[in-house]
C-alpha cells in the first residue's frame, strides 16, 4: 500500500521557522517529481513548490519564494519543506503529492499528482 506521511506541522508566531517532512513507503519515488501544497479554510488547494526526481530543479509558488526550500532525500524516501519568515497567510493543511509519470517533470497543477499525504496543519499567529 502506497503512502505519504507529513510530519512538522505546528503552531508558530510570524517570523518562525518550521521543517515538514513528507514520508513515503510502499513504493520508491526517486524516478518521481513531487510537490507540496496547501488549503486554509474556505480556499482551494494551491501549490507551493515542487521538485524534480533528482532534486535538480524545483520552482515555487511566487507566495513563498525566498522563503521557502523543498529538498529531497531519495535515500530516505522523504520530501522536505523548510518554511522560514513564516506569515499567518501561510497558515493552511499542508500536503505532499508524488506523480507516478517516471523522469517527469513537476507541475503547479494539483490534478497531475497520483498519489497524496493525509496533510498536516501549519498554523502562524500573528
Known amino acids: 500500500q502506497v503512502q505519504l506521511v507529513e510530519s512538522g506541522g505546528g503552531l508558530v508566531q510570524a517570523g518562525g521557522s518550521l521543517r515538514l517532512s513528507c514520508a513515503t513507503s510502499?513504493?520508491?519515488?526517486?524516478?518521481?517529481?513531487m510537490g507540496w501544497f496547501r488549503q486554509a479554510p474556505g480556499k482551494e488547494r494551491e501549490f507551493v513548490a515542487f521538485?524534480?526526481?533528482?532534486?535538480?530543479?524545483?520552482s515555487y509558488a511566487d507566495s513563498v519564494k525566498g522563503r521557502f526550500t523543498i529538498s529531497r532525500d531519495n535515500s530516505k524516501n522523504t520530501v522536505y519543506l523548510q518554511m522560514n519568515s513564516l506569515k499567518p497567510e501561510d497558515t493552511a493543511v499542508y500536503y505532499c503529492?508524488?506523480?507516478?509519470?517516471?523522469?517527469?517533470?513537476?507541475?503547479?497543477?494539483?490534478?497531475?499528482?497520483?498519489?497524496w499525504g493525509q496533510g498536516t496543519q501549519v498554523t502562524v499567529s500573528s
Open positions: 510502499g513504493r520508491t519515488f526517486s524516478s518521481n517529481a
Open positions: 503529492a508524488a506523480r507516478t509519470t517516471r523522469y517527469g517533470l513537476g507541475s503547479p497543477w494539483p490534478q497531475l499528482y497520483d498519489y
Open positions: 521538485i524534480s526526481w533528482g532534486g535538480g530543479s524545483t
